[in-house]
């Protein structure tokens, strides 16, 4: 039995359908799948553009709903929740970081990273400590009073990464995270989650078809046409079986 098998479940997929409407017509995005994320996982979903990873993404984060089938997070269906149950499951339960980083650019680094804590009514001074620890953690101590223009892509991406630990989420999704980033930020970004993986057992879960990423998860994933086409563990030479050069559209 693999270590992922012996691990509580966090997040199932089940048979998840997900299709969108344009105009007359109803374009499927998933077409059946059935996923399930363990705690401690570093788990990639693969794929060329439009195979449906970010829509898998946004179902797995609770961000959608499926059209048809089932998604559970820690036993609790989705479909069962109202809207702002699920913006609460998100707020207390998963992190988020995003492609295009998404800070809010009026605010100082530590405003932007501790922002979930003031939603979560933490107080002050844990709010203060968390922050600290966090900024610490991504490598940005000394940087709390900047703002994100003065800062580089590298290290905006690691105030987002610093942002969606804060919490101590269950989940971190991360879409395409190393896309905006040069080969070598990208290579220490990797790093930095792996590293905070394996220390802290945070699960991540990537979209994504950054060779950097792929040769590094536990699990990889890979998606065609919205259908799960394949699926395996750790490769044990660093060489992804699952990704080819399509995957890299």
Known sequence: ????????????????????????VDVPALRGVSLVVNEGDF????????????????????LDVPTRGTVRIRGRSLADLTETERSDLR??????VFQFFNLVPVLTVAENVEYVL???RVTPAERRERVREALEEVGLAGLESRRPAELSGGQQQRVAVARALVSRPDLILADEPTANLDSETGADLVDLMHAMNRRHGTTFVFSS??????????????????????SAPPPTNHSSPIATSSDRS
């Open 118 to 120: 003031r939603l979560q």
């Open 91 to 96: 707020r207390d339960h998963i992190g988020f």
């Open 1 to 24: 039995m693999s270590m992922s098998e012996t691990r509580e479940p966090i997040v199932s997929v089940e048979n998840a359908e997900k299709a969108y409407r344009a105009g007359a």
């Open 43 to 62: 788990l990639a979903i693969a794929g060329p553009s439009g195979s449906g990873k970010t829509t898998l993404l946004n179902l797995v984060g609770g």
């Open 209 to 230: 078809h950054d060779r950097k990423i792929l040769d590094r998860a536990d699990r990889l994933i890979r998606l065609r046409d919205g259908r799960i086409v394949g």
